[in-house]
Structures are given as structure tokens and as C-alpha cells.
Antibody, heavy 129, light 107 residues
Framework: QVQLVQSGSELKKPGASVKVSCKAS????????MNWVRQAPGQGLEWMGW????????TYAQGFTGRFVFSLDTSVSTAYLQISSLKAEDTAVYYC??????????????????????WGKGTTVTVSS | DIQMTQSPSSLSASVGDRVTITCRAS??????LNWYQQKPGKAPKLLIY???SLQSGVPSRFSGSGSGTDFTLTISSLQPEDFATYYC?????????FGQGTRLEIK
């Protein structure tokens, strides 16, 4: 079945780095982009950005540039999120989510709808001294 | 960025109630609106995409409507397993955004 399996919880000290993995199975990895979503304790969902699994080209949301890097290893169908210079406020659950592209054809042309149809279970990153 | 505002932020209801959650976009997003359900300690789950299309496997008591800037998620008859937090999310822009969430609690 289609699933995303994320790496386990991490406890890091401020200033350290962490790399979270998201391994896809049950589908062709390069056919769907991958989103990353952050959820701080007791807070809502925050979209971090996405990576094109065909080209490896990442797009980052405002507030997630500089210390955050999305990458891929297509040979093992895995997406990665690396966070450097960790701060206490990076403490959160990080989710990967597959981006499904739905194409609706009309007489006026094609419309493309994107949504996150498969999610990993999340990786908890705790930053504490 | 497109801002998404949900109302109410929290809601108390009883099993069997009809519940409506509203999501408003800061600009027109046509029907590029998705709804997710999240239970404590779990990953979000897609309920509705393209404003009104029910994701496969989602019970028919869930429905979505709206276009432009105003959208609603309706649960026709609340079940015990529906008590959760609900999020809207726009995909009109390549820079996606979520609403702040609506927490649905048992009355």
C-alpha cells in the first residue's frame, strides 16, 4: 500500500543539525512532489515548502529559508528535511506529505488541483540544552 | 501570501448535531481549497479536495462547498470519531497556506 515512513524522534542541542527522512513505498516516487509541514506543540499546521521529486528543485515558504534544506535520494525513494543551527523554537513535529495532482479537463482548458493525500506519521524534533 | 481564516476557532457540539465550519481566503482562490481532519497525536487526513470533492473512503456525512473566498465544511450528523481539529488549506498559490484550525469538542 501507499505509505510514507518517517524516521524516529530526535533530541538535539541548540546549534546542532538534524536530518529527517521520509521513505515512500507503494507508488512511483518521482511521480508526486513532496511537501513538508511543521506543527509546533499545541499549534496548527504550517506549510514549510515542497520539493519536485523529478528535478530535485525545492520551494521554501517564508520563514523556512536559510536553515532548512529539502533533498532527495531517488534511488531509495526517500525525501529528506535537514535543519541546521537548531533553535528551541524548532521543536515541533515535522510531517512529509505526498502531493497529488488531479487534472480536471473542461471546454475552457485543464484545471490542476493539488492536495496532500498521503502523510507520514510525523517526526518529533526536540531542541533542548 | 494568501491568508486563510477559519471560524470558529473552537466549537462544542453533540453526537448527531449538524456542524458547519467556515474558511475565508484573503483573495479569490476559485475552488482550490482542501479540508483536513487531525486527531491528537496523529497525522492530518484529507477529507475534501477542490472545495467539494470527497476523498475516497471518507464518510458521506462530510461535505464541502464554496468558491472564491468563502468555503464551508459541513458534517451532517456528528459521530464520536469526528471530534478532532479541522484545517482548510489553499492550493491556488504555489505557496500553500493553512487556516489556523477549528477544534471540534464534545458538548
Amino acid at each position: 500500500q501507499v505509505q510514507l515512513v518517517q524516521s524516529g524522534s530526535e533530541l538535539k542541542k541548540p546549534g546542532a543539525s538534524v536530518k529527517v527522512s521520509c521513505k515512500a513505498s507503494g507508488y512511483t516516487f518521482t511521480s508526486y512532489a513532496m511537501n513538508w509541514v511543521r506543527q509546533a506543540p499545541g499549534q496548527g499546521l504550517e506549510w514549510m515548502g515542497w520539493i519536485n521529486t523529478n528535478t530535485g528543485n525545492p520551494t521554501y515558504a517564508q520563514g523556512f529559508t536559510g536553515r532548512f534544506v529539502f533533498s532527495l535520494d531517488t534511488s531509495v525513494s526517500t525525501a529528506y528535511l535537514q535543519i541546521s543551527s537548531l533553535k528551541a523554537e524548532d521543536t515541533a513535529v515535522y510531517y512529509c506529505a505526498r502531493v497529488y495532482k488531479d487534472i480536471v479537463a473542461t471546454i475552457n482548458g485543464n484545471y490542476y488541483y493539488y492536495y496532500m493525500d498521503v502523510w507520514g506519521k510525523g517526526t518529533t524534533v526536540t531542541v533542548s540544552s | 501570501d494568501i491568508q486563510m481564516t477559519q471560524s470558529p476557532s473552537s466549537l462544542s457540539a453533540s453526537v448527531g448535531d449538524r456542524v458547519t465550519i467556515t474558511c475565508r481566503a484573503s483573495q479569490s482562490i476559485s475552488s482550490y481549497l482542501n479540508w483536513y481532519q487531525q486527531k491528537p497525536g496523529k497525522a492530518p487526513k484529507l477529507l475534501i479536495y477542490a472545495a467539494s470533492s470527497l476523498q475516497s473512503g471518507v464518510p458521506s456525512r462530510f461535505s464541502g462547498s464554496g468558491s472564491g473566498t468563502d468555503f464551508t465544511l459541513t458534517i451532517s450528523s456528528l459521530q464520536p470519531e469526528d471530534f478532532a481539529t479541522y484545517y482548510c488549506q489553499q492550493s491556488y498559490s504555489t505557496l500553500l497556506t493553512f487556516g489556523q484550525g477549528t477544534r471540534l469538542e464534545i458538548k
